[in-house]
């Protein structure tokens, strides 16, 4: 039996399992199975091992473990490095690697509705675990990206990540620029909330967008997904502004995960997408 594994604190609410299950399903990947496990922080070794000696054969890591994950593994690779988050482990020659699936995945949700995100102004709002994914997305491509974080000095601490990213690829330190919390920089073209503000339906940013009226090229994008629609979304629909949740981001970074471990580049359909509303 091949055993898959999504870890995290708290993890009841993961969907992770309902994506994975309906690959395992629809492809006939065989004696396969997906879970969920909730873990405490000193048993990340225990699943590293597990991976390593073939009681597990992939790993999807959650929150608040895409960080601490990292000393335990040989390596990290590709995104994982630049971003330090790790959401899937993989096994290859008895050593264990971490890698990131969030970046490409949110890059899939934005290629696949046909959005353009390159040479584009971007408005980062928050600094916590997933904003260095999406801070990666657009290093190399973006003509300018702003951050802004309530606690200014881990926006500082996740503008330092991207400079190291922007001096691999040549580009100027200046590309990054953290703005006050509740200050608005220039109009940009995609605004992404990668705060946790929202989770709560009732809960509210408060920070005046108010200057992006009957912008419709204007892209705000939450990461969030449960709700469907949150204060964010819904005051920018209602500005007239483009909106987009964090829904289709989150199934791609599973596709990306589950072709790793099955060699699969499994379909995005309907039926998947309905089975997460
Ligand atoms: P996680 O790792 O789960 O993303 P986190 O690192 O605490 O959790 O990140 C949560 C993000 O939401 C942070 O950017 C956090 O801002 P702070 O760094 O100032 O805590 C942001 N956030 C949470 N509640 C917020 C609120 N009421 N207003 C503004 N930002 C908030």
């Known amino acids: 039996m091949k055993k898959y594994l999504v870890i995290g604190n708290p993890i009841d609410h993961s969907l992770s399992p309902l994506i994975h299950n309906f690959w395992i399903k629809k492809y006939k990947v065989i004696e396969s199975v997906y879970e969920k496990k909730n873990i405490e922080k000193n048993e990340l070794r225990i699943i590293v091992d597990k991976l390593r000696n073939g009681e597990i054969n992939g790993v999807n890591i959650t929150v608040p473990y895409k960080k601490e994950i990292i000393p335990f593994l040989d390596a990290v690779k590709g995104d994982a490095e630049l971003t330090q988050s790790v959401n899937t482990l993989c096994k290859d020659n008895n050593k264990v690697y971490g890698y990131n699936t969030d970046t490409k995945g949110f890059k899939n949700s934005l290629v696949n509705e046909l959005i353009d995100y390159k040479d584009k102004n971007v408005f980062i709002i928050g600094a916590g675990g997933v ?18 974080n309530r606690t200014k000095k881990k926006a500082d601490e996740l503008k330092k990540l991207g400079d190291i990213s922007l ?43 108010e200057h992006y009226k009957n912008n419709k090229n204007a892209l705000f994008y939450d990461l969030i997904y449960n709700p469907k629609e949150t204060n964010f979304l819904n005051e920018a629909k209602l500005r007239g502004n483009k909106t987009m949740n964090g829904k289709m981001m989150f ?10 471990w099955t060699g699969v580049a499994a379909e995005i359909d309907e039926e998947l997408i309905k089975l997460l509303d």
């Open 251 to 260: 199934i791609w970074q599973a596709q990306i995960a589950f072709q790793m």
């Open 131 to 148: 904003s260095s994914s999406i801070l990666e997305a657009f290093v190399n491509t973006a003509n300018k990206i702003y951050i802004t």
């Open 167 to 209: 001096s691999l690829l040549g580009r100027e330190k200046k590309t990054i620029e953290v703005v006050n919390w509740g200050e608005m920089p220039e109009v940009c073209d995609i605004v992404i909330n990668t705060t946790s503000v929202g989770l709560n339906k009732n809960e509210n940013l408060n920070l005046n967008f």
